[in-house]
């Protein structure tokens, strides 16, 4: 038996996946996060899950986005996603969510998202649902793995089950081996530096496993 075998073991492939309900939720100002949300989405149909890939709202003013060419293009180029909304995750059984870092922690407009879920959290509808986090930063320092721990924090607050890949696959180590989550570095050319498809992809797909799990045992 190989080394990654002996580590990861032979998984078994979980039944009934196709019942599951994920909510992909993004931020993106110039598209890395969005083309993390659709290696999620794609992962996701492919293991028989219903997916909606839903963006956060806006806060920027139009001015801020006009000045930098390429956020301008991305707001155009997805003005048809649908925004994420409390019946969204009132909806999901699990939610991955793909945001970049703003100074190590979650970029304005996510946190407003969640900080609008008071009501589905006070009616115990967070609780049990199973969320997982994706990051992007301009260096390999800049802040992804606060970034995941800062929307965790939230998490624990909903009463959600965190899944992590942890180091649950070996395509993990080539993305940067981030346990926390997917995180990609971004170039001055706009262009993402590691190759995380594979990563994000099997983040997507353990995410829906344990949601799997989860909604298959409380039944």
């Given at each position: 038996m190989g080394f990654f075998n002996k580590l990861f073991g032979n998984k078994k492939e979980t039944d009934n996946m196709s019942n599951v309900k994920l909510a992909v939720i993004y931020y993106s100002s110039t598209g890395t996060n969005y083309q993390l949300a659709k290696w999620a989405e794609e992962s996701g149909k492919a293991e028989g899950a219903e997916v909606k890939v839903l963006k956060v709202t806006e806060l920027a003013p139009d001015a801020a986005?006009?000045?930098?060419?390429?956020?301008?293009?991305?707001?155009d180029a997805t003005k048809d996603v649908p925004e994420a909304t409390s019946d969204d995750l009132e909806w999901a059984d699990a939610v991955i969510f793909s945001i970049p870092t703003r100074?190590?922690?979650?970029p304005s407009q996510v946190k407003q998202f969640l900080d609008l879920q008071g009501g589905l959290?006070?009616?115990?509808k967070t609780?049990?649902?199973?969320?997982?986090?994706?990051?992007?930063?301009?260096?390999p320092h800049g802040g992804q793995e606060a970034t995941l721990l800062a929307l965790y924090t939230s998490m624990f607050h909903w009463g959600a089950i965190v899944a992590t890949p942890g180091y649950s696959d070996p395509v993990?180590?080539?993305?940067?081996?981030?346990?926390?989550?997917?995180s990609v570095t971004?170039?001055?050319?706009?262009?993402?530096?590691?190759?995380?498809?594979?990563?994000?992809k099997h983040q997507a797909k353990r995410?829906?496993?344990?949601?799997?799990?989860?909604?298959?045992?409380s039944k």
């Open positions: 986005i006009a000045s930098n060419p390429a956020w301008q293009a991305h707001v100074f190590g922690n979650l959290w006070a009616n115990g609780v049990n649902k199973v969320v997982s986090g994706m990051t992007s930063a301009q260096n993990l180590f080539g993305a940067g081996g981030n346990p926390y989550g997917t971004v170039g001055q050319d706009g262009e993402m530096v590691e190759d995380v498809e594979g990563a994000v995410t829906i496993e344990v949601a799997t799990m989860v909604k298959n045992g």
